[in-house]
């Protein structure tokens, strides 16, 4: 191997290994915990924090330039700080067809377990 390929090829590895550890830091997947017991919302990332208690919870949808998302905050400050509960949707049908399975699957189980009314005909 001569020293332009060599070069070329640490370069390559550098890039990836950037990338690798962006992701493993920056984007490690965060658990929310609804505590039915103690009526309290939790975060895990590493260690387990208290964000809110269920009646300070509302949820709403973000809209961002790419597409929208789920999110959930307390009500008397849910635009300043409010976490993301869902991944990004967009008006693709594939994406149309996963936001119809999130909606069942986790947030009406978890709205009604926080205690939100929701429509039986939405359901």
Known sequence: MSGDQFKITMGLWIVYMIYFLFDLFF???????????????????????????????????????????????????????NYRISNYFSGSKASGRREDEYIKEILYPVLIAVGFPVNEGER
């Open 27 to 81: 984007r490690i997947p965060v658990k929310y915990i609804f505590n039915k017991s103690e009526k309290c919302i939790y975060r895990k990332l590493l260690l387990s924090r208290k964000l809110m208690s269920f009646d300070e919870m509302t949820y709403f949808v973000n809209d961002e330039r790419c597409g929208y998302y789920y999110s959930i905050g307390k009500k008397r400050n849910q635009f300043v700080k």
